[in-house]
């Protein structure tokens, strides 16, 4: 059996929320961290890269509740709402979901932010090791300028720390990243989770913290990716935050204030939750 991990977006108190809910889940029993391959999206891409560093899940745990191991992180204040206000104005002529793509990496492209090494410098703080893995993992990020999606691997040449940067790289709140001359933006901006990139796994666990509903429009949305992923074969499970965790990660994800409680409600909804498998 292979099994699949697949880790999605939502800001520094998705980081501390999904953190706990593995740490949680290995509490009871249920550690699902040792998957064949892990399919990380934004911030899930930020949790990937730490679970295949070497360190244990209660020391990741440790980084997101103990204010002197937490990463140096940027305040950015988000209006969610705002934001998908925003970003829909600047899709508004839009023909093609690849059209709406490159709005979007238009909008990011032109957004006031940090510089980016400022920017790449807190994902250097949060990844407690910049090597790839040995084990198989795929993060995701858009080129700003196509609107197509780019899956990095320890195969690709890319750096790890630049890989995850860029699949974090929220429109208009960070910089897009530079690679080989391009931009690339948040994997977000083509799906919240990504999951079809699991394809060929036969066991599929989908954690997504924003919950399945997608912030862009998508070609690859979290609910038709699950039924692909069963047509195939595979049992897919997905988890969302429970109301204690929605309300610990709060209105706005990228606060690093939430991610004490995000990753304490995080580890108590892993220790109730009772992981079962389904194909259809």
């Not at 929320?17 to 891409?45: E, H, I, K, P």
């Not at 690859?220 to 109301?243: F, H, K």
Request: charged share 20%; aromatic share 4%.
């Amino acid at each position: 059996m292979t099994e699949a991990l697949v880790l999605g977006g939502g800001g520094v108190g998705g980081i501390a929320w999904m953190t706990g809910l593995l740490t949680g889940l290995a509490d009871g029993g249920q550690d699902v961290t040792g998957a064949d391959v892990t399919v990380g999206t934004s911030a899930g891409s930020a949790v990937a890269a730490q679970l295949g560093s070497g360190l244990t899940l209660a020391e990741l745990y440790a980084r997101q509740v103990d204010p002197a191991l937490q990463a140096a992180e940027i305040m950015a204040e988000m209006d969610l709402e705002g934001f998908a206000a925003d970003i829909a104005a600047a899709m508004g002529g839009a023909a093609t979901v690849a059209d709406m793509r490159r709005a979007v990496g238009k909008v990011a492209l032109g957004a006031t932010t940090v510089p980016e090494p400022e920017r790449r410098a807190v994902i250097e703080s949060r990844l407690p090791v910049h090597l790839w893995p040995a084990r198989a993992l795929r993060i995701v990020a858009v080129d700003a300028g196509t609107g197509e999606p780019r899956v990095f691997d320890s195969a690709c040449g890319v750096n790890l720390v630049d890989a995850v940067a860029a699949s974090c790289a929220v429109p208009g709140v960070w910089p897009p990243v530079t690679i080989d001359g391009r931009r690339y933006v948040d994997g977000g901006v083509r799906s919240i989770a990504n999951a079809d990139y699991a394809s060929g796994a036969s066991r599929v666990l989908v954690v997504v913290p924003m919950g399945g509903t997608e912030p862009f429009p998508s070609d690859a949305p979290l609910e038709q990716a699950v039924a692909q992923l069963r047509a195939q074969g595979a049992e897919v499970l997905v988890v969302e935050p429970d109301e204690p965790s929605l309300s610990a990660i709060g209105p706005n994800p990228l606060d690093p204030s939430t991610r004490g409680p995000a990753a304490e409600a995080g580890r108590t909804q892993g220790r109730t939750l009772r992981l079962e498998w389904s194909r259809v």
